[in-house]
């Protein structure tokens, strides 16, 4: 079974700071995926990469980056964290490049921002 | 750009009842995929069936079954006799091939209470 972990699932983090989430997948994917999650809002990407060390901005990329120098590894960094990024955060991962492969996730983590 | 919408924010229903989903979705390619996911409480989404856009034949698997209609852009879904497992949140998501990686597009998603 694929596995994808994430470092947290819980965090509170203080407005300013840098924070780190971490993601990992032990099944060989090329492709991993962050997204966060609001209610009503349904999920919506922020980035995702296809290889190592190749990324792609996804629908609300601002105020974050990403890492991704190893391909089981997937890090989302906020660079100076705001109320507004208080949200759950879900890393996904999948196989090759068809349409039609599922993407598989991880439990999220929950990041509030005082 | 692909849309996907979930017009019910939260269904109720009475264990054993059945439960029908709604969702349209937009996109102007012709090659596509469907995707039904369930998100139970504890948080990690899992995948429960896919349909391409060259299919529209409507499939039963187990207690779930799915009505795929291109005329109208609707991929609505079914759960029979539910059941209080099947409380969860459920997310319609729409996937188009591109160059480099799958990317899905999500619907809002509907919350599913199950009441026994």
Known sequence: ?114 | AQKVTQAQTEISVVEKEDVTLDCVYETRDTTYYLFWYKQPPSGELVFLIRRNSFDEQNEISGRYSWNFQKSTSSFNFTITASQVVDSAVYFCALSVFKAAGNKLTFGGGTRVLVKP
């Open chain 1, 1 to 114: 079974d694929v596995k994808v972990t994430q470092s947290s699932r819980y965090l509170v983090k203080r407005t300013g700071e840098k924070v780190f989430l971490e993601c990992v997948q032990d099944m060989d994917h090329e492709n991993m995926f962050w997204y966060r999650q609001d209610p009503g809002l349904g999920l919506r990407l922020i980035y995702f990469s296809y290889d190592v060390k190749m990324k792609e901005k996804g629908d609300i990329p601002e105020g974050y980056s990403v890492s991704r120098e190893k391909k089981e590894r997937f890090s989302l960094i906020l660079e100076s964290a705001s109320t507004n990024q208080t949200s759950m955060y879900l890393c996904a991962s999948s196989a090759g490049t068809s349409a039609y492969n599922e993407q598989f996730f991880g439990p999220g983590t929950r990041l509030t921002v005082l």
